[in-house]
T-cell receptor, first 114, second 114 residues
């Protein structure tokens, strides 16, 4: 019973392609996140949704578009992929309202753009 | 804006030796503090967090951390490490006013030698 799952686990694609990464959580959480971890392990938040509403949108190129069909899912669509998009993308979820809720992370999607 | 500095990118130690991973933060307001661990090819997992109260926080796997407000530090310690502790450790901070947004440090790679 995986709490936060991501698909695919690995994604290898050519520059200029469009790809999507899916994330699902079965924890009943209201808030979901996307993080990017670069080759130096630096982890940075990209987006956060609370109950399908965007609440955090860091400085991310417009080519990245999150989509939340329901509060259990937060997908990440990337248009016109570039070499610099190669990274590991982590989805996470948390339950708002508690005194600083714990974020639960998925296993990551390793994206390689050739 | 808050920031996190992990002073050591790599820390090699022998098995059963004590270890301290250093973390300093910068913020003009009250913060929550976290340590996350990332095992190879996995997502992040919460080790421990400081919200308020006692400055010594105990987490999973025998780790503990001490919040020092005057030195703006939140160093992670373990009295005796095991091979299984080999992983990347991330210190993180979030401000009371934006509790959903966590800023991560650059990570410290802990490698255990037999």
């Amino acid at each position: 019973d995986t709490a936060v799952s991501q698909t695919p686990k690995y994604l290898v694609t050519q520059m200029g392609n469009d790809k999507s990464i899916k994330c699902e959580q079965n924890l009943g959480h209201d808030t979901m996140y996307w993080y990017k971890q670069d080759s130096k392990k630096f982890l940075k938040i990209m987006f956060s949704y609370n109950n399908k509403e965007l609440i955090i949108n860091e400085t991310v190129p417009n080519r990245f578009s999150p989509k939340s069909p329901d509060k259990a899912h937060l997908n990440l669509h990337i248009n016109s992929l570039e070499l610099g998009d190669s990274a590991v993308y982590f989805c996470a979820s948390s339950r708002p309202g508690q005194l600083q809720e714990t974020q639960y992370f998925g296993p990551g999607t390793r994206l390689l753009v050739l | 804006a808050q920031s996190v500095t992990q002073l050591d990118s790599q820390v090699p130690v022998f098995e059963e030796a004590p270890v301290e991973l250093r973390c300093n933060y910068s913020s003009s307001v009250s913060v929550y503090l976290f340590w996350y661990v990332q095992y190879p090819n996995q997502g992040l997992q919460l080790l421990l967090k400081y919200l308020s109260g006692s400055t010594l926080v105990k987490g999973i796997n025998g780790f503990e951390a001490e919040f020092n407000k005057s030195q703006t530090s939140f160093h992670l310690r373990k009295p005796s490490v095991h091979i299984s502790d080999t992983a990347e450790y991330f210190c993180a901070v979030s401000e009371y006013s934006s509790a959903s947004k966590i800023i991560f440090g650059s990570g410290t790679r802990l490698s255990i030698r037999p």
